[in-house]
Nanobody
Framework: QVQLVESGGGLVQAGGSLRLSCAAS????????MGWYRQATGKAREFVGA?????ATNLADSARFTISRDNAKNTVYLQMNSLKPEDTAVYYC?????????????????WGQGTQVTVSS
């Protein structure tokens, strides 16, 4: 089993920044890809970004968000800049075994509990 714990969410004004962290523990030797999704109230969960163990990345909004990881700490980070009210959502960390930074939600076997991000206007 793999455990994922997110942190770093909170309330921020529009135009501000937040950095989310996701720490992985447990049987992580098969985990190559880690990603972030978000889900706003009443909407479907949507892909935000992903990064492989080797550092390949995939971002839905690369102009404002960056993703990075520290393999030694088994931690992935999501840096979010120029935040907008529409970025308000619960952000979930996910992990899977595939070797590419996929946006396919079915490729992620493990999920964290989520962290709330609220952007005020």
């Amino acid at each position: 089993q793999v455990q994922l714990v997110e942190s770093g969410g909170g309330l921020v004004q529009a135009g501000g920044s937040l950095r989310l962290s996701c720490a992985a523990s447990g049987s992580i030797f098969n985990i190559n890809n880690m990603g972030w999704y978000r889900q706003a109230t009443g909407k479907a969960r949507e892909f935000v970004g992903a990064i492989t163990r080797g550092g390949a990345t995939n971002l839905a909004d690369s102009a404002r968000f960056t993703i990075s990881r520290d393999n030694a700490k088994n931690t992935v980070y999501l840096q979010m800049n120029s935040l907008k009210p529409e970025d308000t959502a619960v952000y979930y960390c996910a992990a899977g075994g595939n070797n590419w930074p996929t946006s396919e939600i079915t490729r992620y076997a493990y999920w964290g509990q989520g962290t709330q991000v609220t952007v005020s206007s």
